[in-house]
């Protein structure tokens, strides 16, 4: 009885190939499903014409044409699908299906020769469009294929990347199982007209109809139509491979159920059909959003807020708890949930939530794979239990030329200090970046996420190393931009000397400069002898040579759009050569909000930094800092004493102090910085395979400041763990 079923099967597939392959229409139709690969190749002709003609930024902005086969698919599918409906419905329309039932009997089993047949000539026939549709549009956008867009995607995706030829063969795959989708729409309705009509609201309105749905319905929507099944969607890959294979077999169920009416008995075809039905309804439910564990609640236009409670003191974890405020752009994409982006903020004194409120747009393409969250960290200024007038008070750093000068500024920090910590000494004495770095370990067990992946600007980036040496295996990926390095901060000195130099050419080849024509790095020795008494008339302050350093040190660095910030420093600096130096107080006073005409350095920075460093405790530390000054920057001997200065006195003893990452347990690092910040390569070079992606020019925290070229480096590493190659210039 096996022998005599597998003949009669074995005959119905040979007929059936028969008749598939001398039935001229096929022939066409096959032909014409070379159309997907001219729409693949020209759209991708249309995007570079439209890329080649746009600058850099507005390049940025493309959309990926990834593998090449998104346009190209749908018309495959399509010229697919009626092949197979028309490998049934010709049959109804001419009568033939009498002679076929006569030769075999068995409406099941004719179903299922056609289907054999079918399948096997789509597979051949998707493979081949596939890889031809893949080729045309990477032959066409040709050397432009590599660049890297905003979202981190590339321009175009070849076959040697990661999950590309995979993806090639799912599409063929789905070519191929299309056409089985076909032959059951055409089994049940058995009419050429009601079946390509059936297929065109199925393949073409549907997706089309799903597109316009709010967020996040149409992504969830989308997610399970044939289009989106053969590349990164929202579906994990098991659940989309079976709803792929679901797609036919619910077809091809409902033909059998339907031509079993006029044969023999169907209820097991019903049954199979209803399992169909179920494995459907279990891969929908199962995707695509992840159940929320965290309270969050909207608070303002796209924000979400939470509050997590954490100790004062994580070295008494039962103790007394403060309540950590944090914020969430929650993930806005068609693609599958990559998890949490920690953006860690600067400062120290900085606001995550602040940062999101204004500089959230830096996070649009980024969203498509991740939440984004951040915090108000509890050496926030804003954080509330200690007064914030009284962290913004600047205190004003003298250059000290004895020990008493020396007793006499620590003297000056301690008042400050002991001021503000008197509203919570506890909580002052628990500043340092490790116990912001347990706040963030806090936050992510309270989100129950298994990893973290983090962007640390400026400051932050200190928390985030602290954090991935504390928690290695709880990062996924790190991202550190303009961060500060304590471990050795002498590598600072050439910078300021470098930007010096820069500053005198470009006083040199410009007449917005008002030292054009003059000898600036000798005016500049001449008013930053480190006693000099410069008094800014009018303003009611005297500046000495070691405060125009200080003064001039952020306008050095920062330009500014059309370098504004320089045509103010020459402006200011050759105002002091005439002894006046109101040019520094004014715009120290601007850049400060009127709270000081000299530069300051609040109590809130100094809370945390002198937690995380030991500073010059003494005399002698800064009699061995101003030598090792005058022997590496002659022009910026002891700025870095201002910095340092600060913690002479302070209250509190050093609990964190610098140390590096681990050589083991964490994923490459990617620094970010420009060419005045080598405090990153330094910071990062301990972790294996790390990488500086360098911005030639001026700037800080750059992916914050929406550098396009930045962005798109920087959310490649995170959504691919790619480290870029080259610079951003």
Known sequence: MAERRGGVIGDAVAAEWLKFRTLRSNLWL??????????????????????????AAERMRFTSVGDGLGPGLPVAFFVMSVLGALTVTAEYGTGQIRTSL???PNRHVLLLAKATVLLGVGLVTGQVLAFLMHAGAMAAL????GFVLLDGQTLGTRLAEPGV??????????????????????????????????????????????????????????AVLLERLVGEGLLVPGAALALLLAYPAAALGAGAVAIARRGSRSHPLIAASAATGVLLAAVVVIQPAQAEVFAWKPCQKELECGVVQVPVDWDKPAGRKIGIQVVRLAATGAHRRIGVLMALPGGPGGSGIEDLEKKGGAFAQIRDRFDVVSLLPRNGVEFGRIPQDCLVTPVEMRLPYSEKDFERQAAVNRRAAERCRAADPELFDNMDSASVARDVEAVRVALGEKQLSILGTSYGGVTATNYARMFPSRVRALAVDGAVNLLDRRVRYPVLENQLNRFADWCAATTDCALNGQDVRAIWKEVTVPD??????????????????????????????????????AAAIALARSGDAAGFADYVRAGTRGTSRKPPMPVGAS????????????YAAVVEEKRRGEERSPNF????????????????????????????????????????????????????????LRYEEHGHGLYLSAEPCVIGRVNRYLTRLELPRGTCS
């Open 607 to 618: 809370m945390t930094h002198c937690l995380d460093f030991t500073g010059l405790r003494d």
């Open 637 to 692: 001997p002891y700025l870095r004493l201002w910095h340092e200065m600060a913690c002479a006195g302070w209250p509190s003893a050093a609990t964190n102090p610098p140390r590096k990452m681990p050589a083991t347990g964490l994923p490459p690092v990617l620094g970010v910085a420009t060419w005045t910040e080598p405090d990153v390569d330094e910071l990062i070079k301990h972790v294996p395979g790390s990488v500086t």
């Open 532 to 569: 000099r008494r410069l008094p800014a008339k009018g303003r009611g302050v005297v500046y000495t040579g070691f405060d125009v350093q200080v003064a001039a040190a952020p306008h050095l660095v920062s330009p500014g759009d059309d370098r504004f910030r320089w045509k103010e420093l």
């Open 142 to 145: 040709g050397g432009h294929a």
């Open 30 to 55: 096959l032909a014409a499903s070379l159309l997907a690969v001219l729409v693949s190749t020209g759209v991708a002709v249309l995007t570079v014409r439209g890329f080649a003609g746009q600058d």
């Open 165 to 222: 030829l995979g993806g090639v063969l799912r599409s063929g795959l789905a070519i191929g199982l299309v056409t089985l989708v076909g032959l059951g729409v055409g089994a049940v309705v058995r009419a050429t007209a009601g079946a390509m009509t059936v297929l065109i609201v199925a393949l073409g309105v549907l997706p089309t109809a799903a597109a316009t749905l709010p967020r996040p319905w149409n992504a969830r929507i989308g």
């Open 102 to 104: 006569a030769a075999v």
